[in-house]
């Protein structure tokens, strides 16, 4: 997959030469995007070889293109080619307002791709190129989002956070092979030479030569990346230093990348504090029923295993999942504006319903499924407002151990946010785990039939009659060939830091790592988790 697109990146090479070459040899490219991008940087340098005034003719077609050469040509007196110029100028192009408007409401990330491209043959914006490659990642598998990935590379050679999107993205898929060529590229070059370890050292710990990937990320100049990447090459060595049993170092490169990423004036109880306000409302769930019986919500807590079924449930051709969309932070955005008001509460919950299901129904896609899962693992610290907006929604609940829970919330790099805020400290992501479950157990108990309780472990080592036990739940028919879900992973982008490891599939085994840090959940912070070790039965001390 994807070899010929690599390849491309080798006309980087041409840089050291001169910048203008560089440019005239994109100029000469048969993919319409990259040699547009490489005439107009020499129309507005004033710099186009009078062998490519043709092919700039040729590329007139783009009213971009047709503007620039236009000029380019009267003042250079080539009026034959003015003409020319002039003829093939496109009357009309770009997207309408409508086309717009449709693909952002409909969370159209394909077509939103395309008016990006069409955008930029129309005004030569070259941050278009780069929105269209943002829209690929997010809406597309990695083998049709490549091509926009190397274009936005090409176009815009000296910025490095393209290159980063890049073998971010190989990393997340598991495209070893391409990211070893991509490395060994950009290496050859001497380019974007501190990125490329990054990701060298990703190849190096794959191949198992752990020291020398340590190595790598040792002799990275954290001066040339912003907080962010720096923050994530951390987490880097984190996982690096606990694969080789180096758990002290491990941890420092964890508290160093909390500081880096932890937002001023931060408050790791903001999460609680919303969800008590919101708690308050006074709700009859008797007066509006909730007709919606089609739409589930798949949660637990970060990191305990969601991802893995979202993606099995998404094989299934009558399932529909939609990954951590927005939909509640719409429910809560209406109910935190009305603070503690009782009247007209009846038409605030159906506002609040009617907000949550469109951002459901304006993002369905397939059009044999008739079961909407909503995944959003941290909506089980709402249960209590659940339950009053939603009485009768039915729930998939993934319980994994709380350890192995935690301590992936702790090491794990997030964006920030009012939930990963609470995962700044180890103590204060054993409380919003604490608080979470408590908030779900007094709500729903371990034999609602609102709920079907799914074992990350069980679901691993025991796939067929779990999976079976879940369709039953949803009302769908069992599928022998949901094991073959990595499959359907592959064709999908990948949204969450998990899914790395969903693309091997189940010979990846029970993932646990809360053994390697056993003296952490010794401390007096880890005791609020023993009580949810004795009620998911599983063992406090390592086996």
Known sequence: ?????????????????????????????????????????????????????????????????ARHAGSFFLIHYEHKRFRDVMNRAPAHEGASARELIEAAYFDDGRKRRSIEIQEFFRSGVFEHIDAAAHFALASMSLKAALPDLIRSILVNPHDMRNFLRLGRALRMRNELGLLRRLCDI?????????????????????????????????????????????????????????????????????????????????????????????????????????????????????RSGTTLLKTILEHHPHIETFDEI?????????????????????????????????????RRRKSLARIFIDKTPSLAAEATLLKKIFPQKRYVFLIRHPYDVVISCFKHYFTANITTNAFMSFEHTCRAYDYSMSQWFNTYKLDSEQVCYVRYDSLVTNFNAETVRILVFLGVNPLESLQNFAMTAKKHPARTPSHEKIEVGLSLGVQSAWQSYSPLFKRPEADRLKKWLVMFGYPESPS
Do not use: W
């Open 326 to 362: 927005p939909a509640f932070v719409g429910v809560a955005n209406i109910l935190d504006k009305c603070g503690q008001e009782p009247d007209g509460i009846v038409g605030l919950v159906k506002a609040a319903r009617d907000i949550y299901y469109n951002e459901i129904d304006r």
């Open 186 to 302: 950009v290496e050859k070059i001497d380019i974007f030479p501190n990125a490329a370890r990054l990701f060298r050292a990703h190849i190096l710990f794959h191949d198992g030569q752990y020291q020398e990937a340590i190595g790598h990320l040792k002799a990275v100049d954290f001066s040339k990346f912003i907080p962010d990447v720096q923050a994530e090459v951390y987490a880097q060595c984190a996982h690096y230093y606990e694969a080789t049993g180096q758990i002290d170092l491990a941890l420092d490169m964890i508290l160093k990348q909390k500081k880096i990423i932890a937002p001023k004036n931060l408050d790791p109880l903001q999460f609680e504090t919303a969800i008590e306000r919101r708690k308050r409302i006074q709700v009859d769930p008797a007066v509006i029923p909730d007709l919606r019986s089609e739409c589930f919500i798949l949660t637990g807590f970060p």
């Open 1 to 65: 997959m994807g070899a010929k697109d690599i390849e491309k990146l080798t006309k980087l090479g041409d840089l050291q030469y001169s910048f203008s070459g560089y440019c005239a040899a994109l100029v000469a490219d048969n993919d319409p995007i990259i040699a547009t991008a490489g005439a107009l940087r020499l129309l507005e340098a004033d710099t186009v070889p009078e062998y490519l005034f043709d092919r700039i003719v040729e590329l007139s077609c783009y009213g971009a293109v």
